[in-house]
């Protein structure tokens, strides 16, 4: 009840949509829409008379070569043992070269008396265990220190990512990571009928999607507007309010989206032009991802309500799409 109490708190008196954002290159600048009434059975989208224009500046963007102190602390918590596995495979790399080189200089000396000789076959037995013993465990920590690298750099991009701004309303601006414990982000990144048609197969779903924590964040990359029309009528009432607050946030600073989701594409090998999606799970994290448009339904599939008995304990356990 908690969660759904605090993701009320975001989505009480939002009557205004910002649709979309010019980005990935084409253009700076945020327009903020207002919803208006232009007869009893209709509304559609006109542009903001207060509308500015926000310019991101090169000193606004984060750095993809800065590790935040913060990935890996959490790291370091969702892997409390690597680092005593480190040191261990290190132990035994520097026990094991050390026996090696007093093996080297006992086979040379061996090598260089014949009186010796009969201890060869034993000597290079043992430096050929130490050989082994140096190569298995420097492979062991070759293979977990990537692992520690890959995890800190994917916490990076998700503390990177947590730390953009969303604009909720004209007066209301957010970073993404207010999110966290509230909301179940989806992004969406590719040109204006991807984002239109997006809008049009998550009308059916909107209820449930709402149910489940979900919101999403549309961000156009032809430097076009969406146009998002509401037909309303009695009948529609209800589900067009959900589709607008299913749909109200807007990415601010585009300059800084642009980045992150331009390098998201290039490590996943996808096409610049290709539309995208992102879903990320209730503590920031992203769970899933792909080419093309979002599979609604199986959101509600696999995503538990944030109300309800399974509220709490389901919350972590997001699946991927």
């Not at 009893?40 to 207060?50: C, D, G, Q, T």
């Not at 909301?183 to 969406?188: G, K, S, T």
Request: aromatic share 10%; hydrophobic share 40%.
């Amino acid at each position: 009840m908690a969660a759904v109490a605090r993701l009320a708190a975001v989505l009480i008196d939002f009557p205004n949509c910002n649709p979309t954002v010019k980005c990935l290159g084409f253009s700076r600048h945020i327009t903020t829409y207002n919803f208006a009434v232009t007869s009893v059975h209709s509304i559609r989208l006109y542009r903001s008379r207060e509308s500015s224009a926000v310019i991101c500046s090169a000193s606004n963007e984060p750095s993809s070569s800065e590790i935040s102190s913060t990935a890996k602390i959490r790291s370091e918590v969702l892997t409390p043992f690597r680092s005593v596995r480190m040191f261990f495979y290190l132990a035994f790399i520097a026990s094991g070269s050390l026996g090696g080189f007093i093996a080297l200089t006992r086979l040379i000396a061996a090598l260089s008396n014949s009186s010796r000789a009969a201890e060869v076959p034993e000597i290079v037995n043992g430096l050929g265990i130490d050989i082994g013993a140096v190569s298995f465990f420097a492979f062991l920590y070759y293979r977990e220190n990537n692992a520690k690298n890959a995890q800190v750099a994917r916490l990076s991009r998700e503390e990177n990512l947590s730390n953009l701004k969303l604009r909720i309303d004209e007066k209301r601006i957010l970073p993404l990571n207010a999110f966290r414990g509230i909301a179940r982000l989806v992004i969406l990144a590719g040109p204006t009928p991807f984002i239109e048609e997006s809008f049009k197969r998550s009308e059916q779903f909107s209820g449930d999607l709402l149910d489940r924590g979900v919101l999403v964040v549309p961000f156009c990359t032809d430097g076009n507007r969406p146009n998002f029309e509401f037909e309303e009528t009695e009948e529609t009432k209800e589900i067009n309010a959900k589709r607008k607050r299913l749909w109200q946030l807007a990415p601010l600073y585009a300059a800084e989206w642009t980045k992150w989701i331009d390098e998201q594409k290039k490590l996943a090998n996808v096409s610049p032009e290709s539309p995208v999606y992102l879903s990320l799970r209730m503590d920031g994290r992203v769970r899933g991802s792909g080419v093309g448009y979002p599979p609604w339904n199986a959101f509600i599939l696999q995503l538990p309500p944030v109300k309800g008995m399974w509220s709490g304990l389901l919350d972590g356990m997001d699946g991927r799409v």
